[in-house]
């Protein structure tokens, strides 16, 4: 399936509730009265397009439907494409011109923070990108375990430290094992909640400090993630959480099980942070990089026009022989780093010349043995680590305190020295992708973004 195709189809419900809500009101009338804009508001308002925006859209229409002298209803809904189109404006993708570029994930529980990250770091492997995920959100230990079987299934390393650790540890030792194996990418998860303001705001400032001292020069993004179906809730969320973090771009997720998808042009009009990906289902390739274009062509599109711009999509996957997801003409199969092969029930890549399957733990099994490992870990001292100095609470850096006497007075180099090794060998799974000559997925859309 093309990206089109995958946005119309994640966008079905917001589209048959807003385009199909408006044609009601603009068949209902044959003259165009305030009546006529009083319902119109109404329905966007209903769509979540919330209650400025909405306003907004009106007074602009009424604006131009003065300035061209239309007097049929019909013709309302190609301008309410295009002030949305306008409101819109351009995109701003992901920079990740500098290495390792950073991109730290916050967002309330449940947003999708997990399973953004998981598909985020499949996408750039797909582009053959260099990840490593720190998981600073070590608030409980069954993010830090999640959080591992998607990177599992994405195929890039992982640095974790024990439950109750400090978050600043971890991103310290990730920076340093980024650097010393020249990763593409850091993405780091964190304990981003909401519900203690100042708690959150420390806690970001401390690990933002840890990344200006490690990797100062590179590439930062800030996505905030937040769940669509709450829809003006997550408006307000966004609110909040810009007075906390300086956000660079949010991640909406499940805008395929809703029918509030109105609020990407409220969080773009009222907040003007842009929206840089969407979540559209539950699988490793359910996120797509935001283009404002194919949204609002999406959402205005007929029946008709879909099929032919699906069409065209079909056409240049069979002139190219794959599409952005990297499938080929058979639907399992899909070509990464030009090796060919299928993503099996897991969401892992198995190469068709592979006598057998990886093995992934499965999800049941997995949480069963990381309780053992967490039972380990309860007998290790919680809090202990002091920013600049303690090293104890990192798993990965155990072994470093070994050799790490020459280290002592060096505050933050202190961190972890044999973490590399040690990591490595946690994801051995993990096969190291080439470089990939085509360009990749949010270059493509977003030009010369990534550092291909
Ligand atoms: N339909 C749909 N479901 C999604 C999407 N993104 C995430 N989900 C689901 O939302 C639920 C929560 O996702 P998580 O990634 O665990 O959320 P989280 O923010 O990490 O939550 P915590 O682990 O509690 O911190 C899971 O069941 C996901 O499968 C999406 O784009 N579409």
Request: aromatic fraction near 6%.
């Amino acid at each position: 399936m093309g990206l089109f195709s995958k946005i119309a189809s994640g966008l079905r419900k917001t589209k048959d509730f807003l385009f199909g809500g408006i044609q009601r009101v603009l068949n209902s009338f044959t003259v165009i009265d305030e009546e006529l804009f009083d319902q119109l508001e109404e329905q966007m308002i209903m769509s979540d397009i919330g209650v400025e925006t909405s306003e907004e859209i009106c007074d602009r229409l009424r604006k131009k439907i003065k300035e061209r002298g239309i007097t049929d209803p019909k013709e309302i809904m190609g301008l309410i494409h295009e002030v949305i189109s306008e409101i819109m404006g351009d995109d701003t993708g992901l920079d990740l011109t500098v290495s390792p570029a950073v991109i730290m994930v916050i967002g309330v529980n449940g947003a999708g923070k997990t399973t953004t990250i998981g598909k985020m770091c499949h996408q750039f492997r797909q582009e053959g990108k260099k990840v490593l995920v720190a998981a600073a959100d070590t608030f409980r230990a069954a993010a830090i375990d999640q959080l591992e079987v998607w990177t599992q299934r994405a195929g890039v390393d992982i640095v974790k430290h024990a439950e109750g650790s400090d978050p600043g540890a971890v991103v310290y030792d990730a920076l340093e094992a980024a650097k010393a194996r020249e990763c593409d990418v850091v993405v780091i998860d964190t304990a981003g909640r909401l519900h203690n303001k100042k708690n959150l705001m420390e806690e970001l400032k401390k690990i933002n400090r840890i990344i200006d001292n490690k990797a100062g020069d590179c590439s930062r993004e800030v996505l905030l993630v937040l769940d669509a179906t709450t829809g003006q809730n997550a408006v307000n969320q966004a609110k909040l959480f810009s007075e906390t973090a300086p956000i660079t771009g949010i991640v909406l997720t499940k805008l395929d099980g809703t029918a509030k998808g109105g609020i990407v042009i409220s969080i773009k009009n009222e907040l003007g942070i842009p929206v840089k990906l969407i979540g559209v289902g539950e699988k490793i390739d359910d996120l797509q990089p935001f283009d404002s274009n194919m949204f609002v062509d999406a959402l205005f599109a007929t029946p008709e026009q879909i099929e032919q711009l699906e069409e065209t999509e079909e056409t240049e996957e069979e002139e190219y022989g794959y599409d952005d997801a990297g499938e080929t003409e058979d639907d399992n199969t899909v070509e990464v780093d030009g090796v060919k092969g299928y993503y099996n029930e897991y969401g892992a890549f198995v190469a068709y010349e592979d006598e057998e399957e990886p093995e992934y733990v499965e999800e049941e099994d997995y949480e069963e043995e990381s309780d053992g490992e967490e039972a380990e870990t309860d007998d290790e001292p919680e809090d202990t680590y002091d920013e600049d100095t303690e090293t104890e609470d990192s798993e990965l850096t155990e072994e470093s305190d070994e050799d790490s006497g020459e280290d002592d007075s060096d505050d933050e180099e202190a961190y972890d020295e044999a973490e590399d090794e040690e990591a490595e060998e946690e994801t051995e799974a993990a096969p190291e992708p080439e470089k990939k000559k085509k360009r990749g997925f949010f270059s493509r859309l977003f030009g010369g973004k990534d550092n291909d």
